[in-house]
Nanobody
Framework: QVQLVESGGGLVPAGGSLRLSCTAS????????MAWYRQAPGKKRELVAA???????KYADSVKGRLTISRDNDKNTVYLQMNSLKPEDTEVYFC??????????????WGQGTQVTVSS
């Protein structure tokens, strides 16, 4: 059973930056894909970015150029550097593993997420 713990969210003004972290514990496959998702109240959870264990990356169009995903395989941790934040980035951010590559589906239980709030 893999457990995922997200952290690093907070309240920032528009144009500000945050760095999110997600650490995984428990059994998992090697050669896995880790991803960040986000969800606003009443909306569907959406993929923000994903990264393979070899460093291949995929971003949602809405965040390209502003958000950067990275991972530390030794620490079982994935990061999301968020720059030039906009009020529309205000959502709860979650991480998870993906099955079957960058276009796979999330697997395992979701963590509690971390709230990002961007003031205008």
């Amino acid at each position: 059973q893999v457990q995922l713990v997200e952290s690093g969210g907070g309240l920032v003004p528009a144009g500000g930056s945050l760095r999110l972290s997600c650490t995984a514990s428990g059994s998992r496959r090697s050669n896995n894909v880790m991803a960040w998702y986000r969800q606003a109240p009443g909306k569907k959870r959406e993929l923000v970015a994903a990264v393979t264990s070899g460093g291949i990356i995929k971003y949602a169009d809405s965040v390209k150029g502003r958000l950067t995903i990275s991972r530390d395989n030794d620490k079982n941790t994935v990061y999301l550097q968020m720059n030039s934040l906009k009020p529309e980035d205000t959502e709860v951010y979650f991480c998870n593993y993906l099955s079957d590559g960058l276009d796979g589906s999330p697997v395992g239980s979701w963590g509690q997420g971390t709230q990002v709030t961007v003031s205008s």
